[in-house]
């Protein structure tokens, strides 16, 4: 059994910077995409960033030049650096993971909550 454990949330100051990681607790083969995703109260789950298995990276553009997603295949562990953080960065924070093994695969962290103050 597969489970995503996330960790680095907590309540910082605008402009401070938080480091969040996702690591997975059991083996995990041919991993297509790590992500990251966050909810605000009363809002949609949307999509933060994510790196492929080829090391391709996408932003959401609200978060391009102050997050950067990384992750340690090794370990598979994706990581979200986030700096400057605002106001508006506030929500739980999510990471999934999608691959191919036998049969797609599709995994959820159980979310860390990043509040930022103003």
């Known amino acids: 059994q597969v489970q995503l454990v996330e960790s680095g949330g907590g309540l910082v100051q605008a402009g401070g910077s938080l480091r969040l990681s996702c690591a997975a607790s059991?083996?995990?083969?041919?991993?297509?995409?790590m992500t990251w995703y966050r909810q605000a109260p009363g809002k949609q789950r949307e999509l933060v960033a994510f790196i492929t298995s080829g090391g391709s990276t996408y932003y959401e553009d609200s978060v391009k030049g102050r997050f950067s997603i990384s992750r340690d295949s090794t370990k598979n562990t994706v990581y979200l650096q986030m700096n400057n953080l605002k106001p508006e960065d506030t929500a739980v924070y999510y990471c999934?993971?999608?691959?191919?093994?036998?049969?797609?695969?599709?995994?959820w962290g159980q979310g860390t909550q990043v509040t930022v103050s103003s």
């Open positions: 999934n993971v999608k691959g191919i093994y036998g049969r797609l695969y599709d995994y």
């Open positions: 059991g083996r995990l083969f041919n991993i297509n995409s």
